[in-house]
């Protein structure tokens, strides 16, 4: 689970085309929009008054109170706001408001869903890009779904998520298409994803848990783990390894095999087989990966003698190349042993 910074982003341009049409007698609407200040001094679900720095007092429509609302009203969901839902604003809250238009008999009339929209996109653009760079991933709740996938939202913005970029592990199949189809169940309940496409000017953000879970799986791709993997092609310098839960293969070197010389890899190993193998070293953005078997091995040469033995304690001696690496490393950069500490510290 991620914990995001957001950087300050200049704040996008309300364009023209957003605003309602204009009715005889009202002024024409210029193509950037002015960005005031103003303080809700009254509200109920239809609407609210809200008084201008310069002492006007404006109008907001419930629809136009805040992006979530916006989406809300807009969708089939629901078309107008209802006494029931209450005020569609707290009062004495004062904000920025762009002006939609002049010459209302109440005054300008304003919009914070379109400040709250440009805000919403530019965090989501920037968990884009911590998605991208640092394979980042985070949980949303499922809100509905629909034939095609899932529909969540991100920082109040709709949010999309086919069932092609869905993990389908546990789903039944229709009897009829032979499809898996989405358990009704998990409405209501936590999915981890990842952000794949976000276009502002498209309105379209999609989102993959697919892609979560190899996200995941590439952050656990460092020297010293131990991964599991299936061997995908042998060549006369090694194994090329299929790294499960990801689309990466990482390369076992004929010399890794094993702590004695191994002639020919395809002795040890063949197509298909399952395996497991610590990382030696990763290349940025796992381009290159190298794996060693050799390093999980109790005595020399129990790879060639008795390589299930060495995948059944796979993980203490992982452990151990862990523990000599952090020592290594420590040596590397010049810290000092650890030293018992005296009684009267």
Not at 174 to 182: A, L
Not at 223 to 239: C, E, F, N, Q, W
Request: glycine content about 6%; some cysteine.
């Amino acid at each position: 689970m991620m914990r995001m910074a957001f950087r300050t982003r200049p704040r996008a341009t309300v364009a023209a085309a957003t605003a309602p049409r204009l009715t005889q007698g009202e002024t024409e609407v210029p193509v950037e929009k002015k960005v005031v200040v103003g303080t809700v001094v009254r509200a109920n679900f239809r609407g609210a008054e809200v008084k201008l720095e310069d002492g006007q007092v404006g109008y907001v429509t419930a629809e136009e109170a805040n992006y979530s609302k916006h989406q809300r009203l807009r969708s089939g969901y629901r078309k107008r706001a209802h006494r029931e839902d209450g005020p569609c604003l707290q009062e004495g809250i004062k904000r920025e408001w762009v002006v939609l238009r002049e010459g209302d008999e109440r005054g300008p009339l304003l919009s914070a869903a379109k400040i709250d929209a440009d805000l919403a996109w530019e965090r989501v653009l920037q968990i884009q890009d911590i998605c991208l760079e640092a394979n980042e991933t985070f949980k949303v709740k499922v809100d509905s779904f629909n034939t095609k996938g899932v529909i969540t939202s991100v920082e109040g913005l709709r949010a999309f998520v086919p069932f092609s970029h869905m993990d389908q592990t546990g789903w039944e199949r229709d009897e009829e298409t032979g499809r898996r189809v989405f358990p009704p169940s998990k409405k209501g309940s936590d999915i981890e994803i990842t952000i794949i496409e976000a276009d502002q000017e498209e309105v379209k953000l999609v989102c993959s848990e697919e892609e979560a879970i190899f996200a995941k799986a590439m952050r656990r791709i460092v020297p010293g783990a131990l991964m599991s993997g299936t061997v995908r092609k042998i060549t006369d310098y090694g194994a090329f390894v299929g790294i499960d839960n990801t689309k990466c293969s990482g390369l076992l070197h004929v010399s890794n095999i094993s702590q004695v010389h191994v002639n020919r890899t395809d002795d040890i190993f063949q197509v298909g087989e399952r395996i497991k193998a610590v990382v030696l070293e990763v290349e940025e953005n796992a381009t290159r990966i190298s794996l060693s078997t050799a390093e999980l091995e109790a005595e020399e040469g129990q790879m060639v003698d008795d390589k299930e033995g060495v995948f059944e304690n796979a993980e203490e001696f992982a452990k151990i190349f862990q523990e000599e690496l952090l020592a290594l490393n420590a040596q590397a950069a010049g810290e000092p042993e650890d030293e018992e500490l005296d009684e009267d510290y």
